[in-house]
């Protein structure tokens, strides 16, 4: 589904099957961010070819970070010239304790060819220009990315609508979830793309979200 120029969204919409939202950017290069998990990958390749964009097209993948229903999806395409991206501190978080959350979903851990490491500050995808932002909590090297040219933010599972990321996964971290999501408030965002649920639209509705977080959330994750 088209959002804007160059940017696509594929909300997961089954309630009976965890997975998240994949979304697509068309701007530069041809992006993919949280391809979600392998199972459900034929849907999202059928869903991109609807909307004119060929799998064969894509030349990167982010994840917002490591958690499977996130990047599992990863190594349909190790043997593609894709290259293929999550924070630097998650690939290593991944290495290590990280595997544990594999073993808890009952997923086996994919070898994952992880060659672009992302950190704080500007990243390019052909000309255009995107900000990296550290953000951990619901895990240790979770990034969210923020597009200027469209003021949108893609979140991972860092703040949804009426919702945060949880914090008791291994690597989790409260009070460093909250200073994440303190840092996302500052940007001037116009469009909120979640790992989960829907996508919240207008500088307004975001900010209000941000306050019902505030105010919901905060006094249980302190
Ligand atoms: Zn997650």
């Not at 969204?9 to 939202?21: E, L, M, Q, R």
């Not at 059928?46 to 060929?54: E, P, S």
């Not at 990047?71 to 304790?97: D, T």
Request: net charge negative; with cysteine; charged share 25%.
């Amino acid at each position: 589904m088209k959002l804007l120029d160059g940017l696509y969204a594929y909300p997961w919409t089954n309630p009976s099957a965890n997975n998240a939202n994949s979304y697509l950017i068309r701007s530069g290069q041809v992006v993919l961010v949280d391809p979600g998990h392998l199972e459900f990958l034929p849907r999202l390749i059928q869903a991109l070819r609807l909307d004119g964009i060929h799998e064969d097209s894509i030349q990167g993948l982010i994840a917002t970070h490591g958690h499977p229903d996130h990047v599992e999806s990863f190594q349909a395409f190790s043997q593609r010239p894709v290259w293929m991206a999550m924070g630097v501190a998650e690939e290593e978080f991944l290495r290590s304790l990280g595997s544990d959350i594999y073993r808890m979903m009952g997923v086996s851990k994919p070898q994952l060819r992880i060659e672009v490491l992302l950190r704080e500050g500007e990243l390019f995808l052909g000309d255009e220009r995107f900000q990296v932002l550290e953000t951990p909590g619901h895990s240790p090297g979770s990034v969210c990315i923020y597009w200027p040219s469209h003021k949108a933010l893609f979140t991972g599972d860092v703040i949804f609508e009426m919702g945060v990321g949880r914090t008791d996964l291994p690597g989790g971290d409260s009070e460093e979830l909250i200073s994440s999501i303190e840092k996302l408030a500052r940007l001037d965002v116009e469009i909120l793309l979640p790992g989960h649920g829907n996508p919240i639209v207008g500088k307004k509705r975001i900010q209000r979200n941000f306050e019902i977080i505030r105010e919901m959330y905060y006094p249980y994750l302190r």
